[in-house]
């Protein structure tokens, strides 16, 4: 048996319920394998992006 038919079995057990929740996780999984993963430090119109890590410790709002 494949992986395929194996998932395709267990579904088909499930209510229909809980078969709607599995084709959103689907559906999410394709959606998160086909966009890169994001850096949200990249390609930033914040100035302070480049700041961020500068301070390795400690709190700048202390004192």
Excluded: C, W
């Amino acid at each position: 048996m494949t992986i395929k038919q194996a998932i395709f079995e267990a579904i088909e057990q499930l209510p229909e319920q809980h078969q709607e929740d599995v084709l959103r996780y689907v559906q999410q999984l394709a959606r998160t394998e086909k966009s890169p993963a994001i850096n949200p430090h990249s390609n930033s119109s914040d100035p302070l992006v480049n700041f961020l890590g500068a301070v390795s410790h400690g709190s700048l709002a202390a004192n």
